[in-house]
């Protein structure tokens, strides 16, 4: 007889992922993954009251879908099927990557900014080689800051003989980097000679300038004339990033269509698009005006404004939060980019990776009980009625199943679903026949019946800071609107009762709860596994009390110790046990040691 739910088991499989690396990519990557070019930059199709996705534009739907009423034409699946397909965007001019930028910087002063050489002695470039494919102990980290540290020292190439000033981010500037150094003679002449025709001053003023800015096409020339031999050196840092010039962007990837998801309005004409989507529109725009310019022969001054422009969205499309944006070129309103997606509470990672929202589980405000054993928690009849457990039917419950389905969901115990085990069919216990469902009821059958006194349940208090911080206890359904527990298991979770809320999770399937009563029991976790020291304890009250009752100054009338005996007895045990109370004296009082004694006897 099979079970209402199975218990994952792992397929076998002829390979196993050892580990995952991640780089950074090139154009030729980019080229592979993606299904077309996206060069339109409009979202829409000019056709009144339709909305058809512009062909090759950033909604395109050879990228995926989003709607419900629309297939995607790369694998014609719908919207629930198809996983979305990439795009990409060539850029008319490079830019830097914003993420990266501190990695380039510390690239390009590594390297001659003439000849692209290692600026390294033979002998220390051939130890840092050694170190790198022999690292022992040492993590390529440390290798390449010593590797930086070295070329920084050093003032003249040795290959050319170009004096190689600092470089560093450009002040007052974003994404732009100084370079140290007066311009040589040679360089005023070939790129300043038609602006000194005109201007004969530039002759004076230009060795005068104490830095010049390394611009990415300068900067990927740079990378592209690098020694083979000489990028391990560079890249010992980057993990399997191919070659230098892949920080530098010169094709950005389009994502799926179905992780920027437009929403139709069925109020008013038109769509609210995502951020990504809007962030990739302006680029596109900017990227065709920076083209027009280039084409038409615009002035030098105005191809570096528009230049910086395509940088800083480009910048902005990656991480949203960068600073130091020229307020001319900051954002009419906040948007969301791809680091912002991921990071934060609210992110990728934090929100949905490591913080998921689960099925089977209640929260609740906490208060303490001390009349429950502590592995007892009080569930509210409530929350129990709402949680349920798959119980199987057969032939040693089938009775007892049948009972609880007549009570339906409303009824405590009772039940809120049931499944046939031949067709699969789910069927809920508000509506219909109850009467007839319960009879019809047979072995094999599920009836997801509510949480019963005794049913093994998961407790935690968020933070999670140890594995004790999540327990298994045993229900006891009570009124109420809280979650109850013995106030001496509060420390493993560090709770208190002023307003903390606790989250309960009921196990699934019988080997669940067999794996959360043995291994997750508050009475196997007394102690803490971090120094062996007791964490479930008698405290506050329990303490005081004890004091009270033992105290040699301490009487109690004997109606109290009647009701003492009779709290301490287990009823519901099978050992029978007497207990004798000494006779009544002239003042009906007894003292704390006659009261211990009658439960001690």
Same mark, same amino acid.
């Given at each position: 007889?099979?079970?209402?739910?199975?218990?994952?088991?792992?397929?076998?499989?002829?390979?196993?992922?050892?580990?995952?690396?991640?780089?950074?990519?090139?154009?030729?990557?980019?080229?592979?993954?993606?299904?077309?070019?996206?060069?339109?930059?409009?979202?829409?199709?000019?056709?009144?009251?339709?909305?058809?996705?512009?062909?090759?534009?950033?909604?395109?739907?050879?990228?995926?879908?989003?709607?419900?009423?629309?297939?995607?034409?790369?694998?014609?699946?719908?919207?629930?099927?198809?996983?979305?397909?990439?795009?990409?965007?060539?850029?008319?001019?490079?830019?830097?990557?914003?993420?990266?930028?501190?990695?380039?910087?510390?690239?390009?002063?590594?390297?001659?900014?003439?000849?692209?050489?290692?600026?390294?002695?033979?002998?220390?470039?051939?130890?840092?080689?050694?170190?790198?494919?022999?690292?022992?102990?040492?993590?390529?980290?440390?290798?390449?800051?010593?590797?930086?540290?070295?070329?920084?020292?050093?003032?003249?190439?040795?290959?050319?003989?170009?004096?190689?000033? +600092?470089?560093?981010?450009?002040?007052?500037?974003?994404?732009?980097?100084?370079?140290?150094?007066?311009?040589?003679?040679?360089?005023?002449?070939?790129?300043?000679?038609?602006?000194?025709?005109?201007?004969?001053?530039?002759?004076?003023?230009?060795?005068?300038?104490?830095?010049?800015?390394?611009?990415?096409?300068?900067?990927?020339?740079?990378?592209?004339?690098?020694?083979?031999?000489?990028?391990?050196?560079?890249?010992?840092?980057?993990?399997?990033?191919?070659?230098?010039?892949?920080?530098?962007?010169?094709?950005?990837?389009?994502?799926?269509?179905?992780?920027?998801?437009?929403?139709?309005?069925?109020?008013?004409?038109?769509?609210?698009?995502?951020?990504?989507?809007?962030?990739?529109?302006?680029?596109?725009?900017?990227?065709?005006?920076?083209?027009?310019?280039?084409?038409?022969?615009?002035?030098?001054?105005?191809?570096?404004?528009?230049?910086?422009?395509?940088?800083?969205?480009?910048?902005?499309?990656?991480?949203?939060?960068?600073?130091?944006?020229?307020?001319?070129?900051?954002?009419?309103?906040?948007?969301?980019?791809?680091?912002?997606?991921?990071?934060?509470?609210?992110?990728?990672?934090?929100?949905?990776?490591?913080?998921?929202?689960?099925?089977?589980?209640?929260?609740?405000?906490?208060?303490?009980?001390?009349?429950?054993?502590?592995?007892?928690?009080?569930?509210?009849?409530?929350?129990?009625?709402?949680?349920?457990?798959?119980?199987?039917?057969?032939?040693?419950? +089938?009775?007892?199943?049948?009972?609880?389905?007549?009570?339906?969901?409303?009824?405590?115990?009772?039940?809120?679903?049931?499944?046939?085990?031949?067709?699969?069919?789910?069927?809920?216990?508000?509506?219909?026949?109850?009467?007839?469902?319960?009879?019809?009821?047979?072995?094999?059958?599920?009836?997801?019946?509510?949480?019963?006194?005794?049913?093994?349940?998961?407790?935690?208090?968020?933070?999670?800071?140890?594995?004790?911080?999540?327990?298994?206890?045993?229900?006891?359904?009570?009124?109420?609107?809280?979650?109850?527990?013995?106030?001496?298991?509060?420390?493993?979770?560090?709770?208190?009762?002023?307003?903390?809320?606790?989250?309960?999770?009921?196990?699934?399937?019988?080997?669940?709860?067999?794996?959360?009563?043995?291994?997750?029991?508050?009475?196997?976790?007394?102690?803490?596994?971090?120094?062996?020291?007791?964490?479930?304890?008698? +405290?506050?009250?329990?303490?005081?009390?004890?004091?009270?009752?033992?105290?040699?100054?301490?009487?109690?009338?004997?109606?109290?110790?009647?009701?003492?005996?009779?709290?301490?007895?287990?009823?519901?045990?099978?050992?029978?046990?007497?207990?004798?109370?000494?006779?009544?004296?002239?003042?009906?009082?007894?003292?704390?040691?006659?009261?211990?004694?009658?439960?001690?006897?």
């Amino acid at each position: 007889m099979g079970i209402g739910k199975e218990q994952f088991r792992e397929s076998d499989k002829s390979r196993r992922v050892a580990g995952v690396q991640f780089c950074t990519g090139d154009r030729e990557m980019l080229r592979k993954m993606s299904h077309l070019e996206i060069f339109n930059n409009k979202l829409y199709e000019e056709a009144p009251g339709r909305f058809l996705p512009a062909p090759f534009g950033p909604l395109d739907t050879r990228l995926g879908t989003s709607l419900k009423t629309t297939n995607c034409e790369t694998c014609n699946q719908n919207m629930t099927d198809c996983v979305g397909h990439f795009g990409f965007i060539d850029l008319e001019m490079p830019v830097f990557h914003s993420g990266f930028f501190p990695m380039i910087i510390r690239m390009l002063q590594c390297i001659c900014k003439n000849c692209s050489a290692l600026l390294l002695t033979e002998n220390d470039r051939r130890r840092y080689l050694r170190l790198i494919r022999n690292r022992g102990i040492r993590t390529m980290k440390s290798i390449h800051a010593d590797i930086v540290k070295s070329c920084k020292k050093t003032a003249r190439c040795e290959n050319c003989g170009m004096k190689n000033g +600092i470089v560093k981010k450009a002040v007052g500037a974003v994404l732009k980097i100084a370079h140290g150094e007066p311009i040589p003679d040679e360089q005023i002449a070939s790129d300043y000679a038609l602006a000194s025709q005109n201007n004969k001053d530039l002759l004076v003023l230009i060795p005068s300038v104490k830095f010049s800015l390394i611009d990415p096409q300068r900067a990927i020339k740079l990378f592209n004339n690098v020694e083979q031999e000489d990028i391990p050196l560079l890249m010992s840092n980057a993990g399997d990033t191919n070659h230098p010039r892949d920080f530098i962007v010169t094709r950005i990837a389009v994502p799926p269509v179905c992780i920027r998801p437009s929403v139709v309005s069925q109020l008013k004409a038109g769509s609210t698009e995502d951020d990504l989507t809007m962030k990739l529109t302006e680029i596109m725009l900017i990227n065709d005006v920076l083209k027009k310019h280039k084409r038409d022969g615009a002035p030098i001054k105005t191809i570096n404004e528009t230049w910086d422009h395509l940088q800083v969205q480009c910048a902005l499309y990656i991480n949203s939060e960068l600073t130091g944006i020229p307020p001319e070129l900051q954002p009419k309103k906040f948007t969301r980019g791809l680091t912002q997606r991921l990071k934060g509470k609210q992110g990728r990672f934090r929100g949905n990776l490591s913080g998921k929202r689960v099925d089977f589980s209640g929260r609740t405000v906490i208060s303490p009980d001390p009349n429950l054993k502590i592995d007892q928690i009080g569930v509210p009849i409530h929350v129990a009625k709402i949680l349920t457990f798959p119980e199987v039917v057969n032939n040693a419950n +089938i009775e007892y199943l049948r009972k609880i389905v007549k009570n339906g969901e409303e009824i405590h115990p009772g039940a809120t679903h049931l499944i046939d085990h031949v067709t699969g069919n789910k069927k809920s216990l508000r509506y219909g026949n109850r009467e007839q469902h319960a009879a019809s009821l047979k072995p094999g059958d599920v009836v997801e019946r509510h949480l019963n006194d005794n049913d093994v349940v998961l407790f935690n208090r968020q933070p999670s800071l140890h594995k004790i911080s999540i327990m298994s206890h045993r229900v006891k359904v009570v009124p109420g609107r809280t979650f109850r527990f013995n106030e001496c298991a509060c420390t493993p979770y560090n709770a208190d009762f002023d307003g903390d809320e606790m989250n309960l999770h009921v196990p699934q399937t019988y080997e669940a709860r067999a794996e959360a009563s043995c291994l997750m029991n508050v009475k196997s976790n007394l102690i803490t596994p971090r120094s062996g020291e007791p964490l479930i304890a008698a +405290i506050q009250d329990f303490i005081t009390g004890g004091y009270l009752l033992t105290h040699k100054d301490s009487f109690f009338p004997r109606s109290e110790v009647h009701r003492f005996a009779a709290a301490v007895v287990d009823v519901t045990g099978k050992k029978q046990r007497r207990v004798r109370i000494p006779p009544q004296r002239s003042v009906n009082l007894l003292s704390s040691g006659q009261a211990n004694s009658s439960w001690n006897s």
